[in-house]
């Protein structure tokens, strides 16, 4: 009943809002602002009661309980009392702004042509005012990596705050990894040639591999050289050489990961981090003590194995980080940019089988952070990191409570309106108005 | 029936011997031989289980004359002394295309090519894959080569027919006398009508596009078949007039597999047709069902070779129910045997008719009992196309068609000799060879050797020891001479000694050879030792079967959940009714219904399940659903009313288990959205393990499927896809108008037939049966309810239009992302709503697609589901609807309304599931948690008092589906070892399916 009661006032303070909400960035924050009396979860696990978060010029100045601030230090304050208060939540390996309408392929900026194209950057694709975009906010998913897809090495991600006039403004961090497929171990079957169309052994896998394992000394012994001519392609791996980029492999099966650390090794100072992990667990420890975080595979898909444990999806998270891995979580597969949105129920589905809730916080929060390399700035309420948080009527991991009256990015107070809210508040309107 | 079988064999006797008396001769005398020939002192298997010892098998022109112990033998006879070998019928294959010309798969087609709708050919049915008209014989030619291959592996007679299309036509009796000419060979031209549920490979022509389509198809054919023989028709039909023709012959229905065995079978119940099937070797899967059918089956015997495993992440891959494939396939012959299930063998589908023997002695050592084995080989076959007097046993005046074998034919170290066919003799090993299979003193010149020749008498193998040395030697025995290599110790491996000999016994041999140096020698072999009797029952102690569960896979149960009385004690009890959540509350399970709910209930005898701090709710209804089924979509035409998914419902899909354990317990298995009428529903309930018909509600409402929108309109079909009514939105309306306006004049017609008296019928013309008509007319007459795919707010409020101008209500719309455009005529028409909590973006027609939708229509006052379209997301429906108190508001007792009470209302079932309310079903789920958040466990899924998911259960059985891999996986190391083939590891890809999947699934 009390969350009804909530709910019903979330909904009367968006409807007087209404009129006034755009779609439109928010402009740079003029007031300090001091959140009182919710539960900070700050985002590495630990929990504050009846806290009080601080924020001025974009930047978080005080952080720690209620009691302790000095509210006269801010020029608006904002009571908080039964409410949360969380880091900007973060989506990994996305494709948000890069479609629109999956089934319009002029909307569609995904996967270019190529096996090898690390040139190919996501970020001037990204679509900042993007419909899919706006929906992020209202669930607390406030900032996101944007990959392209495609073959064998897709291409360079960036890292985007969701509240932008451009893929500029947008960008946190630009060109911050290299995205690849590492080869797979298994193919289909091709029907059309009379093959069964069951799943069978990749023959090509180890000449596949070898294709990467050629790429990467060819690009090391250019950049090496006088770079002339130009290879665009060669150009734009040198940050995994100098350590400024991570390489984000895919990679589900065992082997694959073993193989793939094993290619890492051969490369001084690469920093890989995986994409999916369904295999990771047997590998745990290795990963671990070589400091490669997993992304894994969203909780929301079938066992990817008829025999597995009918749970097995929810539980990879769980497993990884008892063993203590870096975790966070991948929302790519089927409706994906629509559904990334869900990722704060990804977390909490994860919580559900074998973690702790601010655990599984952390995984969106900060250690999603760290792992793009943005921790410095983001990813928890911490003094001197970006005012990018929201408050929530209750759990942010749960669709019960999942109630975001207020968000802010870089300290700017976001409009939660979106093409959505428009239309449900159009129709509500037009039936409010016959009865 | 039973009448034209019998003139049938008269035809054929009549014509035995004779066939060539009349044909002139141009190349010599006549050479007219009517001899006897008498086979002696043999071990005569009449037929299974009848048996002469020391008997006399007498034939003359083909025919057996005599076999006993008494027979007299005429002078002109030519007597063979078989000095105890055996003489058995010779085997009979119901389904092979022995000597067909290869069909010619059309080129082109896929989604690139211009789709065909209408058929290729002129004077037939309108469907390409009714090959009703074909006939083996205009496509046969006696294949020797073929031949050989059968008569060595000992058969006499095959029926063949042309494997191509669903209705193929009719199949050919051919004896395989490749010494004679096709006038003595050629049995029957006729000798019965094949079916299956393939597409024709000739033909591009787009429906059907699914199994359902297929058996859609093979009714209506029947039934506009009775009405062209009741001359229905003004037009000619070929194809009509085969099956008419046809309707006396047997009928062999290739159904390949359980299900779809259980598939033809009902098809052949509705039409009283017996239908001989066409197995897939798995039958021992569903053995109960099977025996139901009460069908006799043709099952191959190509048993799956175990899987290669040595690599783990390949062997990963192979599912549980593969590899018990493996380990219990071989069993299949036994299983049906002992549960008195009609049944023949055959080599259909095996890689090499060779393998026939072996794969048959598999089975035996499987348990399969040998005169079963007879039996399915030679009397079933024979009494199955009605020729059992002229073959499959050797009664007097049936085919000299006999086998000479060694001994028993199903044992190892048996040696065929011979296979007559027509009563001509056809040598597959020359049992006048002499056995020189033993151990030998061998002397060369002044050097003596061990010499053991081992392995089939009529292909030995040598061993040649010196001084107690194993050296290099090979042995060629043919025509009585034996020629002998080998390599004397120190000299190397590229110096041989030749030695040569003929064997008139085996005893003693001796002959001339030729030294490593060129010089000739001459040496002897006296035997020592006779062949070494090979305990029979070796190879044969069977293996360990590992027990088959219900489906055979991953999670199956080896026995079916029992009903039991449960009482939940002190749940937090989600009624669903007006009543909503009452904390402490306990609810009685009796007898599979809901018999109490209340404070501190007494158990009685009932099981108490301690629900402090739980969750009881009803079980999850979704009404939008596409799992456990073969088959989605029929796209093959712009209607499909006629097909029905309760046809293709496939009990054995994992999903089933899967949504069980997201608390789902009634789902509505819809039609795709392939076209703008679909297909009808199947409502079932998901208890796991049970066979497809048992997962049916019963006595359920009728359902059909329509869609709207890009779908139906082929926007996202590719270039290609521009020719099929409707391409707009527009289109779709004229095409909905006009088949109601059809089925309403159709109903006319038939309720002014049905209103006739029985004279009037008489003088009256029948109506045409139409089941895609009749399928519209119900629901003109408010039998059948359409559940209609839409999404924008024109086509719904057009559709509601449509059935408001032929006087009936659209039950409800799914997807319905629109709907909060048009609630309020919703609310009028009387329309339903069953959508998606959050999905949209994935097309044009999802823009305007809001999570708000479902609180929209349910405070206009619509009835709202929230439903899935996706294996996946059924199984988290409750947080699905958990996400409407996001979005919108919606209070938390309505919400979970919209996956349980709400849907069981748009399904017409709210009168037994769906709330918990006294008397109704017992479709419970106790959670662990408020089941509208995202940390509610589903802990026990009960239908009706049924516990078919537990959360701990569920967890034990993955421990023992990894010890029972690893077994697995360690009983095929050791078959490799022991030198058994494998095969690469596959994985089987389940098949995931929506709305707009469109694939062709047998």
Redesign the interface.
């Known amino acids: 009943m009390k969350i009804f009661k909530h709910t019903l006032k979330v909904c009367l303070a968006l409807f007087s809002i209404a009129l006034n909400a755009q779609q439109t960035p928010a402009p740079i924050q003029s007031e300090s602002i001091l959140i009182t009396g919710a539960t900070a979860h700050i985002g590495n696990g630990e929990i504050i009661e009846n806290s009080a978060i601080g924020f001025a010029d974009g930047k978080i100045n005080f952080v720690g309980t209620a009691g302790s601030a000095d509210k006269s230090a801010y020029s608006k304050v904002i009571a908080a009392e039964g409410k949360h208060v969380y880091p900007g939540f973060i989506a990994l390996n996305t494709t948000l702004g890069l479609v629109e309408i999956d089934a319009v392929k002029a909307t569609d900026d995904i996967d270019e042509v190529g096996a090898i194209i690390p040139n190919v950057r996501s970020l001037i694709a990204y679509n900042a005012e993007s419909k899919v975009v706006e929906t992020m906010r209202p669930n607390g998913v406030l900032m996101a990596q944007v990959a392209p897809r495609g073959s064998l090495i897709t291409g360079t991600s960036s890292i985007v705050q969701l509240d932008a006039w451009n893929w500029e403004d947008a960008a946190i961090k630009t060109d911050d990894g290299i995205h690849m497929n590492w080869p797979s171990l298994y193919r289909r079957g091709r029907a059309w040639r009379g093959e069964d169309p069951g799943i069978k052994k990749n023959d090509e896998y180890e000449s596949q591999i070898q294709k990467v394992k050629d790429f990467f000394a060819a690009a090391a012994t250019y950049i090496k050289g006088d770079q002339s001519p130009r290879n665009l392609a060669y150009e734009a791996v040198q940050g995994l050489f100098d350590g400024t980029q991570k390489l984000y492999i895919n990679a589900a099966q065992e082997k694959q990961l073993i193989d793939a650390m094993n290619f890492a090794k051969t490369i001084d100072g690469l920093k890989i981090v995986f994409i999916g992990g369904d295999g990771a667990v047997p590998v745990a420890s290795q990963l671990r003590d070589n400091g490669i975080p997993v992304i894994v595979s969203r909780p929301h898909r079938i066992p990817s194995l008829e025999d597995m444990n009918v749970k097995e999806p929810y539980k990879l998270a769980g497993e990884l980080v008892k063993e203590g891995v870096t975790v966070s979580i991948d929302v790519s597969g089927s409706m994906e940019r629509m559904s990334t949105r869900n990722l704060p129920f990804y977390a909490g589905t994860f919580a559900t089988y074998g973690m702790d809730k601010e655990r599984a916080l952390q995984m969106i929060t900060l250690d999603a952070a760290k792992i793009l390399g943005i921790d410095d700035f983001a990813g928890s309420l911490a003094t001197g990191k970006d005012a990018t948080l929201f408050i929530c009527e209750g759990d942010a991991l749960d669709m019960r409570s999942n109630q975001i009256p207020q968000a802010f990015i870089q300290g700017r107070d976001l409009s939660l309106e979106t093409h959505q809210t428009t239309l449900w508040k159009r129709y509500s309107n037009k039936y409010a108005g016959q009865k | 029936m039973k009448f034209k079988r019998y003139l049938l064999a008269l035809l054929c006797c009549g014509f035995i011997g004779y066939s060539q008396e009349y044909i002139p001769k141009n190349d010599g005398v006549s050479n007219s031989d009517h001899s006897y020939k008498a086979f002696t002192n043999a071990r005569i298997i009449v037929s299974p289980g009848k048996i002469i010892e020391k008997g006399t098998l007498l034939i003359k022109d083909g025919v057996i004359i005599d076999a006993g112990t008494t027979v007299s033998i005429p002078e002109n006879t030519l007597v063979t002394d078989l000095n105890g070998k055996s003489i058995y019928p010779s085997f009979i294959d119901l389904y092979t295309s022995f000597g067909m010309e290869e069909v010619k798969p059309v080129q082109g087609g896929?989604r690139s090519g211009t789709p065909q709708y209408d058929a290729s050919r002129e004077g037939y049915y309108w469907n390409d894959h009714i090959l009703s008209d074909q006939k083996a014989i205009e496509h046969y030619s006696y294949d020797k080569g073929q031949a050989k291959q059968l008569v060595n592996a000992g058969f006499g007679i095959v029926n063949t027919h042309m494997n191509d299309g669903i209705m193929r036509g009719t199949s050919m009796l051919v004896a395989l006398n490749s010494d004679g000419t096709d006038n003595e060979r050629i049995i029957s031209k006729s000798a019965a009508e094949h079916l299956s549920f393939s597409r024709s490979r000739t033909t591009r022509q787009s429906y059907p596009g699914s199994l359902m389509g297929a058996m859609a198809l093979i009714r209506q054919v029947y039934f506009d078949a009775q009405w062209y023989a009741d001359g229905g028709s003004k037009d000619k039909d070929l194809a009509l007039e085969a099956v008419i023709a046809n309707k006396s012959l047997p009928k062999i229905f290739e159904a390949g597999g359980k299900l779809n065995d259980l598939r033809a079978d009902k098809i052949g119940d509705e039409f009283k047709l017996n239908y001989i099937l066409k197995g897939g070797g798995d039958e021992f899967e569903r053995i109960d069902e099977i025996v139901a059918s009460n069908a006799s089956y043709i099952i191959p015997v190509n048993f799956p070779d175990a899987y290669e495993v040595t690599?783990p992440?390949?062997a990963?891959?192979v599912?549980?129910?593969d590899m018990r494939m493996w380990n219990q396939a071989p069993e299949n012959p036994a299983v049906l045997a002992s549960h008195g299930v009609p049944f023949t063998l055959t080599t259909a589908d095996l890689k090499k008719i060779a393998d026939f023997k072996s794969n048959v002695q598999k089975a035996i050592s499987y348990g399969l009992d040998e005169q079963k084995a007879l039996e399915a080989l030679t009397t079933t076959p024979a009494q199955l196309l009605g020729i059992a007097d002229m073959a499959g046993s050797l009664k007097k005046g049936a085919w000299a068609n006999f086998l000479i074998t060694s001994g028993d034919i199903f044992d190892n170290s048996t040696t065929l000799f011979e296979n007559w066919v027509q009563g001509k003799k056809y040598m597959i090993s020359d049992m006048n060879a002499v056995d020189i299979r033993g151990t030998y003193d061998l002397k060369v010149g002044g050097t003596t050797y061990t010499l053991s020749i081992t392995g089939e008498p009529g292909k030995p193998k040598s061993e040649i020891k010196q001084n107690d040395n194993k050296i290099a030697s090979k042995l060629d025995y043919d025509g009585g001479w034996v020629n002998l290599f080998y390599t004397p110790e120190s000299k190397g491996d590229t110096e041989f000694v030749r030695l040569t000999a003929p064997v008139t016994d085996a005893s003693a041999f001796s002959g001339q050879g030729t030294l490593t140096d060129g010089a000739t020698v001459n040496w002897s072999a006296s035997q020592t030792a006779g062949p070494e009797e090979k305990s029979k029952k070796d190879s044969n102690t069977k293996p360990e079967v590992l027990p088959v569960t219900y489906p055979n896979?991953?999670?199956g149960v080896s026995n079916l959940p029992e009903s039991q009385d449960v009482l939940f004690k002190n749940a937090t009890v989600w009624t669903s009714e007006e009543d909503g959540i009452l904390e402490g509350t306990d609810v009685l399970v009796k007898n599979g219904k809901i018999a109490a709910i209340g404070k501190n209930l007494s158990a009685g005898g009932a099981v108490i399940i301690d629900a402090t701090g739980k969750h009881l709710t009803p079980g999850i209804i979704d009404e939008h659903s596409h799992i456990a089924t073969a088959a989605v979509n029929e796209g093959g035409h712009n209607s499909s009313a006629e097909v029905t998914i309760e046809d293709v419902v496939d009990s054995e899909d994992?999903?089933i288990?899967?949504n069980l354990?997201g608390g789902v317990t009634t789902i509505q298995i819809l039609h795709g959205s392939a076209n703008p009428i679909g297909g009808r529903s199947a409502l079932i309930k998901l208890k796991w393990g049970e066979d497809p018909e048992d997962l049916l509600v019963k006595d359920r409402p009728k359902f059909i499927k329509f869609a709207l929108g890009?779908n139906v309109k082929q926007?996202?079909w590719g270039a290609a896809e521009t020719i099929r009514f409707p391409q707009t939105r527009m289109g779709v309306e004229q095409l909905f108008i006009d088949y109601f306006q059809r089925a309403k004049e159709y109903d006319a017609e038939w309720k002014a037939y049905n209103g006739l008296s029985k004279r009037q019928k008489e003088k009256a013309t029948k109506p045409r049966v139409d089941i895609e008509l009749q399928t519209l007319a119900e629901i003109l007459n408010k039998e059948r309810f359409i559940s209609c795919h839409s999404y924008v707010q024109s086509e719904i409020n057009m559709l509601m239009k449509v059935a408001d101008q032929f006087n009936f209500n659209i039950n409800t719309f799914t997807h319905i992302l629109e709907g909060?455009?048009v609630?309020?005529k919703m609310k009028e028409h009387g329309v339903g709503g069953s959508t998606f909590s959050?999905?949209?973006?994935?097309?044009?027609e999802v823009?305007?697609a809001?999570?708000?939708n479902a609180?929209?229509m349910h405070?206009?006052g619509i009835t709202v589901a929230i439903n899935s379209d996706d294996?996946?997301?059924s199984?988290?429906l409750n947080?699905e609807a958990?996400?409407t108190?996001?979005y919108?508001?919606v209070?938390?007792v309505e919400a979970m309304k919209m996956v349980t009470i709400n849907p069981a209302k748009l399904l017409h079932i709210d009168d037994r599931t769906g709330s918990i309310k006294v008397g109704k079903d017992a479709d419970l789920v106790l959670w662990s948690d408020?089941p509208?958040?995202?940390?509610?466990?589903a802990d026990k899924t009960m239908i009706e008092g049924k516990v078919y998911y537990d959360y701990e259960q569920?967890?034990a059985m993955?421990k023992s589906?990894?010890e029972e891999?690893n077994k697995l996986i360690n009983m095929m190391i050791s078959a490799k070892n022991k030198g058994m083939k494998t095969q690469?590891?596959?994985?089987?890809?389940?098949p995931?399916f929506h709305c707009d999947t469109e694939i062709y699934q047998k």
């Open positions: 896929g690599d992440y390949m990963q891959l599912s549980l129910e896979k991953a999670f994992s999903n288990y899967r354990s890009e926007s996202n909060y455009k609630a309020d959050d999905w949209w973006a994935y097309k044009y823009n305007d809001i999570p708000y609180a929209i405070n206009a294996a996946e997301m199984r988290r947080q958990g996400k108190v996001k919108g508001g209070s938390e408020n509208l958040s995202i940390y509610a466990i569920m967890q993955t589906i990894s891999r690469a590891p596959k994985g089987n890809e389940e995931e």
